[in-house]
Nanobody, 122 residues
Framework: QVQLVESGGGLVKAGGSLRLSCAASGRSFSMDVLGWFRQAPGKEREFVAALRWIGGRALYADSVKGRFTISRDNVKYTVYLQMNNLKPEDTAVYYC???????????????WGQGTQVTVSS
């Protein structure tokens, strides 16, 4: 059973930075992608970024390219989302998710964390 635990959310002013962490345990050998999604109030959940564990290939949503960076710690089985130059529209609950393949579709992710709130004030 894969378990994902997010941390690092909080309140930050526009232009500030936060780093989210997602610690994975019970990892299946074949589940080699960890990704981040977010859901703002009244909106559908949307893809943010994803990283293939082996090889390190990453995908980003256009809205976060150049501002967010996804990375991993192979020893800790942890993936990070470094968020810089945050904007009020980045305010959302951020979810970590695990998938067997590198995809932007949430349908491809079978395991989800509980979410962590990120609030960006103007």
């Amino acid at each position: 059973q894969v378990q994902l635990v997010e941390s690092g959310g909080g309140l930050v002013k526009a232009g500030g930075s936060l780093r989210l962490s997602c610690a994975a345990s019970g990892r299946s050998f074949s589940m080699d992608v960890l990704g981040w999604f977010r859901q703002a109030p009244g909106k559908e959940r949307e893809f943010v970024a994803a990283l293939r564990w082996i090889g390190g290939r990453a995908l980003y949503a256009d809205s976060v390219k150049g501002r967010f960076t996804i990375s991993r710690d192979n020893v800790k089985y942890t993936v990070y989302l470094q968020m810089n130059n945050l904007k009020p529209e980045d305010t959302a609950v951020y979810y970590c998710a695990a998938s067997y393949g590198l995809t932007t579709s949430e349908i491809g992710y079978g395991h989800w964390g509980q979410g962590t709130q990120v609030t960006v004030s103007s």
